[in-house]
């Protein structure tokens, strides 16, 4: 191994937040690309040689030119450095990172099962096309989502059909920044009775349309449950040859069931 160190360089790598000096100590994912700027085709001028996680790295490399790259999160930076033989370098690269955390819930500070909850991380107006682009999707939440120091658009699902809330949050670096984002939605629990025993009927079919006509949902089921934002729809049932259809609304916060009769 001392050969080894003393004809090759040794390159000692360690990644900061911006303004602090302690290094970070896991989490971090680093790739060591070879240069070569000789290479007839742009895919043949880098390649991956080395991968290692965790914080403080070292790597013992062939002199030659290099490029840097360390990943906490959703956050990243790159660096080039030109080693030379028997060169000993200890090199800091600085991530602009900060800390994003995520709940849901109903307006009036009603809590929401984690299990329904869901966001998307949006970088604004960072695609080509004007559009904002996706950084994160369905990120869980309560979890800690590193990510680089900026602004973001934040879209947040609570269930799988309409009920969708949006802010706009700024992750700080350095930071753990904690958010909270409310909606305004109830859940629905479907029912078509008997007219003579009250019981639900096995087997049916729903249909779920918004006040404007928009089908939101199917589903198939003695009970189904469905969470839907404040507003107006309506709902048809199918059992055998029958139809039957039922307008209602939800206000949010309010649990109901609507129930109609197989008369």
Known sequence: MASLRNSFTVLNLRACVV?????????????????????????????????????????????????????????????????????????????????????????????????????????????????DKVIVSNAEPAKIIRLNADRYRVVAHYGDINVVSRAEIHVRPGKLTEATIYHKAAKVTLKLV???????????????FSKTGEELKKVVGAYPVVILSEGGYTVVARHRADVYRRSFSVESGYDQSIIIKAE
């Open 19 to 131: 303004g602090e000096t302690n290094p970070i100590v896991s989490g971090l994912v680093w790739r060591v690309l070879r240069e070569n700027l000789k290479a007839t085709h742009f895919s043949e001028r880098l390649q991956l040689i080395a991968l290692s996680s965790g914080g403080v790295v070292e790597f013992i490399l062939e002199p030659g030119l290099y490029l840097v790259h360390v990943a906490y999160g959703f956050s990243h930076v790159g660096a080039r450095f030109n080693l030379a033989k028997e060169d000993r370098r200890t090199e800091t690269l600085y991530l602009n990172v900060g800390g994003l955390k995520l709940m849901s819930r109903l307006v009036g500070d009603k809590p929401i099962p984690k299990s329904l909850m869901r966001f998307d991380i949006l970088a604004l107006y960072s695609d080509a096309s004007g559009e």
């Open 194 to 208: 008997s007219s003579r025993s009250r019981a639900a009927l096995a087997n049916v079919s729903w249909q779920l």
